[in-house]
Nanobody, 130 residues
Framework: QVQLVESGGGLVQPGGSLRLSCAAS????????IGWFRQAPGKEREGISC????????YYTDSVKGRFTISRDTAKNTVYLQMNNLKPEDTAVYYC???????????????????????WGQGTPVTVSS
């Protein structure tokens, strides 16, 4: 079956780091735009970082710019999100999504109709707390 599976979340202290993984199975991420989104309790899901498999371009929303890094391992069919200097406001469930349209990464991360994204994972929770 076609799946995206997130992993790597957990409890971390402020200032700590986590690396999230988004592993695709049943399809290849070639030609896809892949994004990391997060949803805090009571808030809407927001795109925070996206990457294009076509040209390698990346996008980061202002709240994570300089702290998070998105990358892709083609051989493993996996996209990663390295999260450094984590803050309590980073606490959320983190999701990855993939879209086979060759759209700008900024457009992916700011997409308004999340239902048109081709594939979603089920999320991995991240809690930043002392």
């Amino acid at each position: 079956q076609v799946q995206l599976v997130e992993s790597g979340g957990g409890l971390v202290q402020p200032g700590g780091s986590l690396r999230l993984s988004c592993a695709a199975s049943g399809f290849t991420l070639d030609y896809y735009v892949i994004g990391w989104f997060r949803q805090a309790p009571g808030k809407e899901r927001e795109g925070i970082s996206c990457i294009s498999s076509n040209d390698g371009s990346t996008y980061y929303t202002d709240s994570v710019k300089g702290r998070f890094t998105i990358s892709r391992d083609t051989a493993k069919n996996t996209v990663y999100l390295q999260m450094n200097n984590l803050k309590p406001e980073d606490t959320a469930v983190y999701y990855c999504g993939a879209d086979d349209r060759d759209i700008p990464v900024q457009a992916m991360c700011n997409i308004q109709r999340l239902g048109i994204v081709d594939y979603w994972g089920q999320g991995t929770p991240v809690t930043v707390s002392s």
